[in-house]
């Protein structure tokens, strides 16, 4: 991962970007079980056994109409395999534009037809620059002022 996908990344990943990956349920218990009888705090846990083995969407739109510059964020990231499966359910939806204006740009267009949408109809993806600023259809700006 170059040094401009680093902040992107997360930015989209957020609090998830610190969880402890495990391969089952039982594993979870096992490392619950541990926290408690030591008094050693809360851990965000994914199940690898639990993650969809394909896209969320077997309809992944893998350019973004409209805007030359934005990649899927998903694509630029290298990618240990096992974690595959982990990161394209969690960064899908995500594309690394420029910059600022450029998300502002896709914003302002509505998003092009086949991009995931919410039940209003309102594109439900985010946008993140490699500053580290995330934007979503309801313009709201996450990251570096």
């Known amino acids: 991962m170059g040094h401009s996908e680093v902040?992107?990344?997360d930015a989209a990943l957020g609090p998830w970007a610190e969880a402890v990956v495990v391969e089952s349920a039982s594993a979870v218990?096992?490392?619950r079980e541990f926290l408690e009888r030591t008094n050693a705090g809360r851990v965000l846990f994914f199940i690898q056994e639990r993650i969809p083995k394909e896209s969320a969407d077997p309809r992944v739109v893998k350019d973004l109409p409209g805007s030359p510059h934005a990649v899927r964020l998903f694509d630029r990231?290298?990618?240990t395999p096992h974690l595959s499966s982990l990161l394209e359910f969690l960064l899908t939806d995500t594309w690394l534009v420029p910059d600022r204006?450029?998300?502002?740009?896709?914003?302002a267009s509505g998003a092009p037809s086949g991009l995931p949408r919410n039940g209003n109809g309102v594109y439900c993806g985010r946008?993140?620059?490699?500053?580290?600023?995330?934007?979503t259809a309801a313009s709201a700006l996450m990251g570096p002022a």
């Open 7 to 9: 902040a992107a990344v």
């Open 29 to 31: 218990d096992r490392c």
């Open 127 to 135: 946008l993140v620059t490699p500053a580290g600023e995330m934007y």
């Open 77 to 79: 990231i290298g990618i």
């Open 101 to 107: 204006d450029a998300a502002l740009k896709v914003i």
